[in-house]
């Protein structure tokens, strides 16, 4: 709530970091470290030292899941947060340091990302590079690193679609939309901003997005009562703004939020929360990441139409889908994006989160988010203690007809 304006009332920072430390928990009591693969021990080990750079808009939550599964694979880590964020990442080093993490498991260094996260993404000590943030930033991450062709893991930016399909509650995909999209004042990676809605249920879905957006109470982030902060920074406020300006000078409709300063707010970088309608899908509010309490409506003819639309963008962090079960899964499956919920369904810290296209590259989170820091090994000549190996994962390739 200091550093970057989260509101105090959202629990979201520190429920989701402790429920992954239970899953890391969870994975490591069964792990099949070593497997069977026909006469072959496969073994996952650690890959050892691990970069982890992380983002201020959850400076709490990122540097967790990064850390915590990367340890629980037996890596060392240095972990880096992000300027506007560095109180955060110092008292989660305290953290470490009071749980009695040994020396030199879990190191932290602050400074700015073109100095210090260059640095560690060239440093052919580390074996591996873990960064969120912009797809930009990470450009310039995957460069460094691949200098001394390093593992890279990278979760960047969206411009997530949800797809409101005919037979949804229209109130619901509303205003289950507005919150989680205004969520963190929108500074959120996986926000659905962009809300495709059928051609001929715009005006009547309309009404409700107005009504949630309107909900929204702007003020301290220390104060129980705020639902909204300000955003993070001169810069991002400078930014949004931008978008909202291109939006009205693009032709698209503002039926809430604007550029006017909240009610009662003279002072501080709070940007009311804002729908367009009327957008078409190559204005620049569609198409770039705004980061900020910015939702875009566009219409869409039928089906095929709307699932265009929602792959028409080089990003693919996430999407959603409002529907019956059967039509919004079909869709589902159709969507280009890395997660995808349905029906304002809550995430699941099992599944693994990241994106396709310049969303990223590798996953975090559960099973899959813990074996990015593993490297597989293929040991040969021990067949007998390979077949005694026990294992779900145990798996025979090229059976003969003696162990058929």
Request: glycine share 12%.
């Amino acid at each position: 709530a200091q550093e970057v304006g989260s509101p105090v009332a959202n629990r979201a920072q520190v429920d989701g970091p402790a429920a992954h430390m239970r899953v890391a928990q969870q994975i490591l009591r069964g792990y099949p470290f070593e497997t069977r693969m026909g006469s072959a021990i496969v073994r996952r080990e650690a890959i050892g030292v691990c970069a982890l750079i992380s983002p201020w808009n959850w400076p709490i939550q990122t540097g967790v899941i990064k850390s915590i599964y990367a340890i629980a694979a037996g890596c060392t880590v240095i972990a880096k947060p992000s300027i506007n964020s560095a109180a955060s990442g110092a008292l989660l080093a305290q953290v470490m340091d009071d749980a009695q993490v040994p020396a030199g498991v879990f190191n932290l260094i602050s400074g700015k990302g073109r100095d210090v996260g260059d640095a560690l993404s060239r440093h052919p000590g580390i074996d591996m590079i873990s960064f969120t943030g912009s797809t930009g930033a990470g450009r310039t991450v995957g460069a460094a690193a691949a200098q001394t062709v390093k593992r890279v893991c990278l979760e960047l930016g969206g411009k997530s679609a949800n797809v409101v399909l005919p037979d949804a509650d229209l109130e619901k995909a509303a205003r289950w939309t507005v919150q989680r999209a205004f969520f963190n004042a929108g500074q959120s990676c996986h926000a659905p901003t962009r809300l495709l809605v059928h051609e001929s249920q715009v005006d009547q879905i309309t009404p409700y997005l107005v009504s949630e957006a309107e909900q929204f109470i702007l003020g301290d982030p220390l104060d129980p009562g705020t639902t909204m902060g300000p955003v993070v920074s001169k810069g991002q406020y400078d930014s949004i703004r931008d978008h909202i300006q291109s939006g009205l000078d693009e032709g698209a409709r503002l039926i809430v939020g604007g550029l006017d300063s909240p009610d009662g707010r003279s002072n501080g970088f709070f940007v009311r929360p804002t729908v367009f309608t009327g957008v078409s899908a190559d204005m620049r509010i569609a198409r770039e990441e705004i980061f900020g309490p910015v939702l875009s409506v566009i219409s869409y003819r039928d089906e095929a139409d709307a699932i265009r639309i929602a792959n028409d963008t080089p990003y693919g962090l996430g999407a959603f889908v409002f529907g019956s079960d059967a039509a919004a899964r079909a869709v589902a499956n159709e969507l280009r994006a890395g997660r995808v919920s349905v029906n304002g369904a809550p995430t699941d810290s099992y599944a693994p989160m990241g994106g396709y296209k310049e969303s990223g590259i590798g996953r975090s989170m559960g099973r899959y988010g813990f074996e990015e820091y593993l490297e597989l090994k293929s040991v040969y000549g021990f067949e007998a203690e390979a077949q005694s190996l026990p294992g779900p994962d145990a798996v025979i390739s090229h059976p003969t007809e003696e162990n058929r």
